[in-house]
C-alpha cells in the first residue's frame, strides 16, 4: 500500500501537467467587467519574483467611496482561494464583494480594500495562462512556498504603491479558505508585524510533503506563532465545519494555541469542507475586521 500511495499521486500529477495546457483563466475586461457591485474592480498584473514564472495577477474591490474621496485611505484584506481556485473564485462562488457591499450598506463592516491574489504554483510562463484554476492535487500537495515568499515584496508593497491603503498592521487582515487558509496561517506567522486580522476558514496547519523542505516559509510553525502571539493579532479567527474533514485537526490545533494562551478564537459551523460553509465564514469574518 506505502508504494501505491506515490504512484497514484505522481498519475494525478502527471494529470495535472496535462490539464494545464489546455485550461486558461479569464481576460482582464472579462473580470472588470462583472458587475453588480457597489464598488470598482480592477485587475492588477505584477512582477512575480519568481525563476520560472515572470508574473501573476490579483483582483483588487475598490470600494464604493474610494474614487469620491480622494483623501480617504482604507484598510485592506488578502483574501485566498483554495485548491481549485484562482483570483476569481472568491467573486463568483463566495460572493466576496456582494456580501461585503450588503454588510457595508447595513453598518456592520467598514469599507476596505479587498485583494484577490492567485497563488496557485505554476511551471511557468506558458502553463500560467491568465491564472487558469488548477486541480486540488496540484493547488494542495506541490504547494512549495514560491509565492508566498514573494508575497510581502509583490503583492503588499504593489497593493501600498497602487492604492490609497493604510500601510501599518492595523490597517491589513489576511483570510483564506482550505489550503488558502494555510496559505493565510504561515504568511501571516512569518510576519508577524503585518496583519492585525487573520481567518482561516477550514484549514490545515502542516505542510505537504513538496512545501516541507521550503523550512523558510514552512517550517518552525511553534516558534513563528511565539513571535506572532507576543504582539498578537487583534482577531485570530479559525472557523470550521463540524463535518469537514479536517475537524479533528483543528480541534487539535486549537487545544495548542489555548494551552500556549494565544488569544484567538474557534467557530464551529454546521457541515462539511463547502462553500455553504466558507461563505459564512467569510461573513463572520467581515464583521471582526477593522473594529
Not at 515572470?54 to 474621496?69: A, F, G, N, T
Not at 470550521?240 to 474533514?245: A, R, T
Not at 487539535?252 to 484567538?264: E, I, V
Request: hydrophobic share 35%.
Amino acid at each position: 500500500m506505502k508504494r501505491i500511495v506515490p504512484f497514484i499521486v505522481f498519475v494525478l500529477f502527471l494529470a495535472s501537467c496535462a490539464n494545464a495546457r489546455f485550461a486558461t483563466g479569464p481576460s482582464d475586461s472579462e473580470i472588470e467587467s462583472i458587475g453588480g457591485f457597489d464598488g470598482t474592480i480592477e485587475t492588477v498584473t505584477f512582477r512575480s519574483g519568481e525563476k520560472r514564472l515572470s508574473e501573476r495577477r490579483m483582483v483588487v474591490y475598490l470600494p464604493p467611496s474610494y474614487y469620491r474621496d480622494s483623501a480617504r485611505h482604507y484598510p485592506v484584506m488578502y483574501l485566498i482561494h483554495g485548491a481549485k481556485g484562482n483570483e476569481t473564485t472568491w467573486i463568483d462562488r463566495g460572493r466576496a464583494f456582494t456580501v461585503l457591499d450588503s454588510m457595508v450598506r447595513e453598518g456592520s463592516a467598514p469599507e476596505t480594500i479587498v485583494v484577490l491574489p492567485n497563488l496557485n504554483r505554476y511551471f511557468g510562463d506558458k502553463d500560467y495562462k491568465q491564472g487558469h484554476a488548477v486541480n486540488p492535487v496540484r493547488a494542495f500537495w506541490l504547494l512549495d512556498g514560491e509565492a508566498e515568499r514573494h508575497f510581502t515584496d509583490k503583492v503588499v508593497r504593489t497593493t501600498d504603491s497602487l492604492f490609497r491603503t493604510i500601510p501599518q498592521k492595523n490597517g491589513r487582515a489576511i483570510a483564506g479558505m482550505s489550503s488558502g487558509a494555510l496559505q493565510a496561517l504561515y504568511l501571516s506567522a512569518n510576519n508577524p508585524d503585518m496583519f492585525d486580522y487573520v481567518g482561516l476558514f477550514s484549514p490545515y496547519t502542516y505542510p505537504t510533503i513538496f512545501a516541507a523542505g521550503h523550512y523558510d516559509i514552512y517550517g518552525g510553525l511553534s516558534r513563528k506563532l511565539d513571535r506572532q502571539f507576543a504582539n498578537p493579532p487583534a482577531a485570530y479567527e479559525i472557523m470550521i465545519g463540524d463535518k469537514d474533514f479536517f475537524y479533528p485537526h483543528i480541534i487539535l490545533y486549537d487545544k495548542k494555541l489555548t494551552r500556549k494562551g494565544y488569544p484567538h478564537h474557534l467557530t464551529v459551523t454546521p457541515g462539511g469542507h463547502t462553500w455553504i460553509n466558507w461563505r459564512e465564514h467569510l461573513i463572520s469574518f467581515y464583521g471582526v475586521m477593522f473594529k
